[in-house]
């Protein structure tokens, strides 16, 4: 049989109990289940939980809220055998124990035990008005203990104690921001509007903190099983314990309505603790001096994020500009291993700067009545303007309008006579034909304001990689004191060679001779650049012009002595990609016969001679060279081979576009920052779509079709999938040029 039990009941506005009773016995299960598929144990399961708010046994004007979560499940599982005497029932095994019932029972009965106790966002105090830094409400308190206990046949005791302990503060207000000037200042030029609108907030926007401990032990006890021909004697218990101590913050400041800054950083630590039961003094001091400590820092994250608005909208010379820019980095300490400290901690930081422009010419033209006209003039257009519109009819004879009419009827009748000439007048000078020169005028108008809108994006993004740091972060360690690694690096500067030499000098740097980590760094670069043009009426020109370069820099930094005394970049090595939009169509029309190697070969074999002299005559190096070994059998320059990638890219890309391998840009050879683009003498060129839609104004199309429109579009990409530099590349003398022949 089973049996299933629940009561529920409401403890006025207090809260809720529940408590339920489960059971089957030895043989239960469904009508379509076998007899190997059905219960082989009596299950007796017994579940109570309490949900109130005691805060409310509390006087009101307290203002507490302390909402408990209090529960108890157990399990009792009985077998219809006994687990070590399979062929004998467990109550006739029972009823002969004798004084010994308690030890059988307890070996073969499964029994689970779950216990739990939680104080979930206790608050004091009731935040009334505007919030402030020091109300109580802006505390919240958390508190959950959890006990697991098991025993069975096979388990003498396992017990796990869980505690999850959180403190957390938040004020969260609305900014109130504070403009000293626009009362002071009485005139009303627009040009004095960013001076007006000074503004400022003195009072952070959020504040928030929150620490949470998280403590964990358990112990494992195996159950002693004999057999007739072994004997154990004794198990060890197996510790399962944790203990972290993590902290969060959350701050943002609306420091004026356009400049905002947000912060937000984790801490994760773990407080070390002696292996096994903590059961005499001195283990639970040193358990009890590394939570004073805060405990041992294992990784740290930060964001930081600085937005800007641009007040070009707040003038009107430029208020048809609209700019953002943002500023983003990270940084992460992450902790060495307790195996390897001499390895040291790692860390990494980026930075990302992206700057967003939008230009709406429209509005820049419509500061000029001129260009205005000429703009509503272009829109307005219908083919036949030269007629006078209809509705207005020309006006009547003055005595006409005012005859037997005395008084305001009479004013009245002189006011609509005088609007309807002044309409009249208006209509039959814009039926008038235009003049020659006024006709040029609007055509040369609609040439400057074909632009209508603009938009420009800019990103650049940096991260990079240190490993074998052996400073703390700046919490409770000797960082602390020395600010390292410095707030430049923390806020998103990028380290290079001089910061990696200055930190091993200032013993930073781990000497370990068994380092092997490299030094990472990247870069990605990203140009986007769109307009539309308008030449004439539905004619529409959309322009795109893209760049995107990336680059990955790696090397073993490390003292090659074990003393600290010869630290050495070792290894070098850069690689990247590059594209940009392109055009290419130089060449695109030649005539070429597949039979016959076509001119355009040609000019790319003869411009090889020409790119590598003049890659020769730019390297110091080759000039050094005794005259005798500046050149090859085959007359090319010694290094610049014909066959050599420097000779053959400038060569290809002059030939193929048009250019003069005199000009055609020169792959740059000079590596000084992360940031160097060995094709940055590659310029993007602007991509296009042009839509005419103009067709279907034509009355002997528009009879036909609904909508006819002629698209043209070009798209061209000049990419470098991907590039390495030479890992036998040496400049010794620091031209910026190999002095090395590949």
């Not at 806020?491 to 990696?500: A, E, H, N, S, V």
């Not at 076509?598 to 050094?624: C, H």
Request: no cysteine.
């Amino acid at each position: 049989y089973a049996a299933l039990g629940r009561v529920d009941m409401q403890l006025a506005d207090l809260g809720t109990l529940s408590v339920s009773a489960n059971t089957y016995t030895n043989g239960f299960g469904s009508i379509d289940q076998q007899v190997n598929d059905r219960a082989r144990d009596n299950m007796l399961q017994f579940d109570a939980a309490l949900n109130i708010d005691a805060g409310k046994l509390l006087p009101q004007k307290v203002h507490v809220s302390i909402p408990v979560y209090a529960s108890i499940n157990k399990t009792i599982l009985t077998p219809e055998y006994d687990p070590y005497d399979l062929d004998v029932k467990y109550k006739d095994k029972l009823a002969i124990a004798g004084d010994k019932k308690d030890s059988v029972r307890k070996a073969a009965v499964d029994e689970t035990t779950i216990k739990t106790l939680n104080f979930t966002n206790v608050k004091f105090g009731q935040s009334e008005g505007r919030p402030k830094l020091w109300s109580p409400s802006n505390f919240d308190f958390s508190y959950s203990f959890t006990r697991f206990e098991q025993t069975n046949s096979l388990i003498l005791l396992n017990r796990v104690d869980k505690h999850r302990g959180g403190l957390g503060y938040t004020y969260n207000a609305s900014s109130k921001f504070i403009e000293p000037f626009k009362n002071l200042i009485k005139n009303k030029s627009l040009w004095l509007t960013p001076i007006k609108d000074i503004n400022v907030n003195p009072i952070p926007s959020l504040i928030s903190f929150r620490a949470d401990i998280n403590r964990q032990f358990g112990s494992y006890v195996p159950r002693i099983v004999n057999t007739y021909d072994s004997k154990v004697e004794r198990v060890d218990t197996t510790y399962d314990k944790y203990f972290t101590f993590d902290r969060y913050y959350n701050f943002r400041w609306d420091l004026t309505r356009s400049l905002n800054l947000d912060f937000s950083a984790t801490n994760f630590a773990r407080v070390d603790e002696p292996a096994g039961l903590l059961n005499t003094p001195e283990k639970k001091d040193t358990v009890r001096n590394n939570f004073y400590k805060l405990g041992r820092n294992t990784l740290y994250q930060q964001r930081a994020t600085v937005s800007y608005n641009f007040p070009f909208s707040k003038l009107p010379a430029t208020d048809f500009i609209n700019a953002r820019y943002n500023y983003t980095t990270t940084y992460n300490w992450i902790g060495a291993s307790l195996l390897a400290l001499n390895l040291g901690n790692t860390l990494e930081n980026s930075q990302q700067n992206n700057i967003t422009g939008e230009f709406d010419f429209t509005r820049l033209y419509s500061k000029s009545k001129w260009l205005t006209k000429i703009t509503a003039d272009n829109q307005d257009e219908a083919g036949d303007g030269a007629v006078v519109n209809d509705s207005i009819q020309p006006p009547k004879p003055r005595e006409e309008v005012v005859r037997d009419l005395k008084g305001f009827e009479k004013r009245n009748a002189l006011r609509k006579w005088r609007k309807q000439k002044r309409d009249y007048r208006i209509a039959e000078r814009k039926a008038k034909p235009a003049s020659d020169a006024h006709g040029l005028a609007n055509a040369a108008g609609h040439l400057i304001t074909m632009v209508k809108r603009s938009s420009v994006n800019y990103s650049e993004n940096y991260n990079s990689r240190v490993p074998g740091y052996t400073a703390g972060i700046g919490y409770n360690s000797k960082g602390f004191n020395t600010m390292e690694p410095g707030l430049a690096y923390v806020f998103g500067k990028q380290p290079d060679t001089t910061w990696l030499n200055k930190k091993a000098s200032e013993g930073a740097i781990t000497k370990d001779s068994l380092f092997n980590l490299l030094f990472t760094q990247d870069f990605q670069q990203q140009l986007n650049i769109t307009a539309q043009l308008e030449p004439i009426k539905e004619f529409t020109i959309d322009l795109n012009l893209q760049k995107t370069f990336s680059k990955n820099f790696s090397e073993l930094y490390k003292d090659t002595t074990g003393i600290g005394d010869a630290f050495a970049h070792l290894s070098p090595l850069a690689s990247g990609g590059f594209s940009v939009s392109y055009i290419s169509f130089g060449t695109l029309f030649k005539k070429s016969n597949p039979n016959e190697v076509s001119e355009t070969f040609k000019t790319f074999e003869s411009n090889r001679s020409i790119v590598a002299n003049r890659l020769a005559q730019s390297n110091p190096y080759w000039q050094a060279l005794p005259e005798t070994e500046k050149f090859g059998p085959d007359g090319f320059p010694t290094g610049y081979s014909r066959y050599a990638q420097d000779v053959l890219i400038p060569s290809f890309l002059a030939a193929y576009t048009g250019k003069s391998a005199s000009s055609v840009s020169l792959i740059n050879q000079s590596n000084p920052s992360i940031k160097t683009n060995p094709f940055s003498g590659i310029k993007a060129l602007p991509n296009w779509r042009i839509t005419y839609t103009g067709l279907s104004k034509i009355p002997a199309v528009s009879n036909t079709f609904n909508n006819v429109t002629l698209t043209h579009g070009y798209t061209s990409t000049l990419s470098m999938n991907t590039f390495n530099s030479a890992l036998l590349y040496a400049d010794p003398f620091h031209y910026n040029a190999p002095a090395f022949i590949d």
